[in-house]
């Protein structure tokens, strides 16, 4: 068996690069982009999480945390900043690596869990990816001097795990316990036989340097990774709120099961999803009136080469998709179907291919056919695209949801 001191330092070194840049980038990209936490796009961390409500194990927590929806995308976005910094310079990084491990599992767990096979998917090889860093440790690569000032007295960072001594040899609390033992063994050598009176000052004395010695000893390895995982916390939550883009403020709006939706503590209400410009529909019979919301326009499926996406409203009724994408197309026939865009593979959001006359995976190629009621075409995915009825007025040139 290999011993872990054996393993090389800069072998986790670009894992732990790409780890650590990963994680930073993702972080700041949700902060950036204000779709994220607006509860009327595709993309948002609100129609996110009702998508992994469907088929995660974890439906039940998840629909509990709906209301909080837009505060968990920015603990997510916080989390990956401060992960990202701890793989990349070292600051707490076996805690930001189980952390980074911790949050894979989460994502493998929603994201990541009607994948087949189970390889295809990301979220689980960065889970045990991070699982090794944390066991490996950062092996004192690259590590900034501010960071090892941090580690004094300890071994956080060496590669044969918690125990082992810094590269630079003993710690300063080693070197002290070593001189302080050396001390005690000269003064009672000093001392000759029978003189008791001596030999108890000079014990004293040597008690009096051990406990000087001791005083000024750093702080204890718990304490010292207590307060590295709260650097690293401030330092995370500092640059995301230099991330975080004003205009995002506001919009932390989440969906009631009611209908509508109900503004987060301190936001102003932002826009709700409804109008034409999001849902998805499904067959519907031509020329009647309306039955529900309008998601699309005729005009909008002229432009889109037979096509139009659009997001199911949050208050649509049961048993539609509320809040997941949507698109709608015209057959050959003159006629309109709707899907729910969710891939059934992996959750990614498909898009219409023209030439081919399909709905396309842009994730992994899989193909569903709109003519057929989105029967799969083109693994991976396993099963057709979930239809919705829609209502298709002629004379309004409107497509609304049908029941």
């Not at 950036?32 to 609100?46: K, R, V, Y």
């Not at 990774?225 to 205009?247: D, F, H, K, N, S």
């Not at 709006?253 to 936001?267: D, N, V």
């Not at 003519?371 to 799969?376: E, L, P, Q, T």
Request: charged share 10%; aromatic share 6%; net charge neutral.
């Amino acid at each position: 068996m290999t011993r872990p001191s054996n393993v090389p330092a800069i072998a986790i070194l670009p894992i732990r690069l790409f780890f650590g840049a990963t994680f930073l980038y993702a972080g700041v990209d949700k902060l950036l982009d204000p779709s994220f936490f607006d509860p009327s796009a595709p993309t948002s961390i609100q129609a996110q999480l009702l998508a992994f409500a469907r088929f995660s194990p974890l439906a039940d927590l998840i629909r509990a945390s709906l209301p909080l929806a837009g505060w968990i995308g920015l603990a997510i976005a916080i989390a990956e900043i401060g992960i990202g910094i701890g793989a990349l310079t070292g600051l707490a990084f076996r805690i930001a690596a189980v952390g980074g491990a911790t949050l894979s599992l989460l994502f493998f767990l929603t994201a990541s869990w009607t994948t087949h096979p189970y390889y295809v998917g990301a979220d689980l090889p960065y889970a045990v990816g991070w699982l090794a860093l944390a066991i490996a440790g950062h092996g004192d690569l690259w590590i900034p001097a501010a960071v090892r000032q941090l580690e004094w007295g300890g071994a956080s960072g060496a590669i044969g795990g918690f125990g082992a001594d810094p590269p630079g040899g003993l710690s300063g609390r080693q070197r002290r316990r070593r001189l302080a033992a050396k001390q005690a063994s000269r003064g009672r050598a000093a001392v000759p036989l029978g003189q008791g009176t001596t030999a108890v000052i000079a014990q004293g004395a040597t008690a009096r340097r051990t406990t000087a010695a001791s005083d000024d000893e750093p702080p204890s390895p718990e304490r010292r990774a207590l307060l590295q995982t709260g650097l690293l916390a401030l330092i995370a939550a500092v640059l995301a709120t230099l991330a975080l883009p004003l205009r995002a403020i506001g919009i932390f709006t989440e969906p009631r099961t009611g209908g509508g939706t109900a503004p987060l503590p301190g936001s102003s209400p932002g826009p709700t999803a409804s109008a034409a410009a999001n849902a998805s529909v499904a067959p519907g019979p031509t020329g009647s009136t309306a039955g529900g919301s309008v998601v699309a326009r005729l005009a909008d499926v002229a432009q889109g080469g037979g096509a139009a996406a659009f997001t199911v409203p949050f208050d649509a009724p049961a048993p539609l998709p509320a809040g997941d994408p949507g698109i709608v197309v015209q057959l050959a026939d003159g006629s309109f179907v709707a899907y729910d865009a969710v891939c059934t593979h992996a959750g990614c959001t498909v898009e219409w291919d023209q030439p081919d006359v399909a709905l396309v995976c842009p994730c992994h190629g899989a193909a569903f056919d709109p003519a057929r009621g989105a029967a799969v075409l083109q693994g991976p995915a396993r099963r057709p695209l979930a239809s919705i009825p829609i209502v298709v007025d002629q004379a309004a040139g409107t497509i609304s949801l049908g029941t």
